[in-house]
């Protein structure tokens, strides 16, 4: 009778670290994103922005984003691209456009939800934004890896 009970503690002990983990796995995924062209080598003003929220689904087939805004300064134009990856092949269709503008004053837009949904099994590992001042030349990134907390951003 004790060796049972010392075993179905033992299972119930396994299950426990195996659910744990696997929640902490889900809850590693960033939940917010951001990339910006900034100008004088990230030093001046912004040339174009986007930010928003990031949800996996539980399949990971699935990445909605939600709460998207983009900005643009005024004379400048940018362009954007957004996709799901697979190590490095894309998995999901793109999402942006190749050329936006603002006249005379910043320019700024908010987005309905859309989702990025992988065709192929395994899902979208990351996600990868890109906004480009098409003025000046400077692309901003964020890199959002399901299994990491936080997007990598920065600019080229």
Not at 17 to 27: D, F, P, W
Not at 131 to 154: F, L
Request: hydrophobic letters at 40%; aromatic letters at 10%; proline letters at 3%.
């Amino acid at each position: 009778m004790i060796k049972r009970i010392a075993r179905w503690t033992t299972v119930v002990g396994v299950v426990a670290t195996l659910v744990t983990a696997m929640g902490g796995v889900a809850s590693a995924a960033p939940a917010r994103f951001a990339a910006a062209a900034v100008h004088a080598g990230g030093a001046g003003a912004t040339g174009t922005s986007i930010t928003g929220a990031l949800s996996w689904s539980t399949s990971l087939k699935t990445v909605t984003l939600s709460d998207v805004k983009t900005f643009i300064k005024a004379y400048e134009c940018n362009s954007l691209l957004i996709g799901g990856y697979q190590g490095s092949t894309l998995v999901t269709q793109q999402y942006g456009w190749d050329l936006r503008c603002a006249g005379t004053t910043d320019a700024r837009e908010t987005f309905t939800p859309f989702s990025l949904t992988s065709g192929p099994p395994g899902g979208v590992q990351w996600v990868k934004i890109l906004i480009k001042d098409e003025t000046d030349v400077i692309t901003g990134y964020a890199y959002c890896y399901q299994s990491q907390s936080s997007c990598h951003t920065g600019q080229y």
